[in-house]
C-alpha cells in the first residue's frame, strides 16, 4: 500500500510512540488521525502539527462503533489501522512480607484488561467492518510487546500482548478474503516518556541485557509500522524490534 493520502487511524496517538508514528505518517503524505483520552494532549499535538484528533475510550463500544461510523461519514473509511493505546497497572501476583501477604488487584487486572485487550479488538472490529463495506483494502497494525513472554510484575499487561500477537494471526487469516492485511509490532525497551520513568539504577540494568547495548529509539518502531503499511506480502505476524533481547 502506498501510504500517500491513506486515512490513518491511531489510538492513543496524541503523545509517545503514536504520536511520533502520527508525525511520520503525515511527513510520508498520509492523513493521520488521532484517538487519545487527555483532551490536552490533543490540543498541543494539533496546535504543534496540525493533525486532528478527538477524545475515545477505546474501551467503550459504543463509543467505538460511533467514532468509526462518524469517521467514515466525514472522511471515507480509514486504510490503515494502528492501534497503539495501551496502560500499565504492574503489581507481583503474589507478594509477602513479614507475616503479611498481598494479592494482585483485580482492579489492576480489569483496566490493563480493558485498553490493552478490548480495546486492540473493538477498535480493530469497527475499521475492519467499514474496510470490507467500503471495498477497502486496509492494513490493522496492533502494538504488542517483548512483555508478550511473560514479564515479572505484568501479569495483565503480559496477557494483553500475548493475547494481541494471537489475535493478529487470526485476523490475518480470516480478513485476507477480503484484502485486508493484520500485523503486529513487538518493541523491547524504548526510550519513551514511560521508560524514562523507570529509576536509572534499573535502567542501567535492562540495558544490560540487551544484546544491541543501549534502549530502542521511536523512530525504529515507526520504520517498522511503515514497512508493515508498504509491504503487501506481510500478514499475519509479529516483527520484534527488541535489539535482540529476551526477558
Same mark, same amino acid.
Given at each position: 500500500?502506498?501510504?500517500?493520502?491513506?486515512?490513518?487511524?491511531?489510538?492513543?496517538?496524541?503523545?509517545?510512540?503514536?504520536?511520533?508514528?502520527?508525525?511520520?505518517?503525515?511527513?510520508?503524505?498520509?492523513?493521520?488521525?488521532?484517538?487519545?483520552?487527555?483532551?490536552?494532549?490533543?490540543?498541543?499535538?494539533?496546535?504543534?502539527?496540525?493533525?486532528?484528533?478527538?477524545?475515545?475510550?477505546?474501551?467503550?463500544?459504543?463509543?467505538?462503533?460511533?467514532?468509526?461510523?462518524?469517521?467514515?461519514?466525514?472522511?471515507?473509511?480509514?486504510?490503515?489501522?494502528?492501534?497503539?493505546?495501551?496502560?500499565?497497572?504492574?503489581?507481583?501476583?503474589?507478594?509477602?512480607?513479614?507475616?503479611?501477604?498481598?494479592?494482585?488487584?483485580?482492579?489492576?487486572?480489569?483496566?490493563?484488561?480493558?485498553?490493552?485487550?478490548?480495546?486492540?479488538?473493538?477498535?480493530?472490529?469497527?475499521?475492519?467492518?467499514? @474496510? &470490507?463495506?467500503?471495498?477497502?483494502?486496509? +492494513?490493522?497494525?496492533? *502494538?504488542?510487546?517483548?512483555?508478550? !513472554? /511473560?514479564? =515479572? %510484575?505484568?501479569?495483565?499487561?503480559?496477557?494483553?500482548?500475548?493475547?494481541?500477537?494471537?489475535?493478529?494471526?487470526?485476523?490475518?487469516?480470516?480478513?485476507?478474503?477480503?484484502?485486508?492485511?493484520?500485523?503486529?509490532?513487538?518493541?523491547?525497551?524504548?526510550?519513551?516518556? @514511560? &521508560?524514562?520513568?523507570?529509576?536509572?539504577? +534499573?535502567?542501567?540494568? *535492562?540495558?544490560?541485557?540487551?544484546? !544491541? /547495548?543501549? =534502549? %530502542?529509539?521511536?523512530?525504529?518502531?515507526?520504520?517498522?509500522?511503515?514497512?508493515?503499511?508498504?509491504?503487501?506480502?506481510?500478514?499475519?505476524?509479529?516483527?520484534?524490534?527488541?535489539?535482540?533481547?529476551?526477558?
Amino acid at each position: 500500500m502506498e501510504i500517500t493520502g491513506k486515512n490513518i487511524v491511531i489510538t492513543g496517538g496524541a503523545r509517545g510512540m503514536g504520536r511520533r508514528f502520527a508525525e511520520d505518517l503525515q511527513r510520508a503524505g498520509a492523513k493521520p488521525y488521532v484517538l487519545d483520552v487527555v483532551q490536552e494532549n490533543l490540543d498541543v499535538l494539533k496546535a504543534e502539527t496540525g493533525i486532528e484528533g478527538q477524545v475515545v475510550d477505546v474501551s467503550n463500544e459504543a463509543a467505538v462503533e460511533a467514532f468509526f461510523e462518524q469517521f467514515t461519514a466525514a472522511n471515507g473509511a480509514v486504510d490503515v489501522l494502528i492501534n497503539n493505546a495501551g496502560i500499565t497497572s504492574d503489581a507481583l501476583f503474589i507478594k509477602q512480607k513479614g507475616d503479611e501477604i498481598t494479592k494482585f488487584p483485580f482492579a489492576n487486572w480489569e483496566k490493563v484488561i480493558n485498553v490493552n485487550l478490548t480495546g486492540v479488538f473493538l477498535c480493530a472490529r469497527e475499521a475492519a467492518y467499514h @474496510m &470490507v463495506k467500503n471495498k477497502i483494502k486496509g +492494513v490493522i497494525i496492533n *502494538i504488542s510487546s517483548i512483555s508478550r !513472554a /511473560g514479564n =515479572l %510484575g505484568q501479569t495483565n499487561y503480559s496477557a494483553t500482548k500475548s493475547a494481541v500477537d494471537s489475535m493478529t494471526v487470526t485476523w490475518g487469516k480470516e480478513l485476507s478474503r477480503y484484502g485486508i492485511r493484520v500485523g503486529a509490532v513487538a518493541p523491547g525497551y524504548i526510550n519513551t516518556e @514511560m &521508560v524514562a520513568k523507570i529509576k536509572q539504577e +534499573v535502567l542501567d540494568k *535492562i540495558i544490560e541485557k540487551i544484546p !544491541a /547495548g543501549r =534502549l %530502542g529509539e521511536m523512530d525504529e518502531i515507526s520504520q517498522t509500522v511503515q514497512f508493515i503499511i508498504t509491504n503487501d506480502f506481510f500478514t499475519g505476524r509479529v516483527i520484534e524490534v527488541d535489539g535482540g533481547m529476551r526477558i
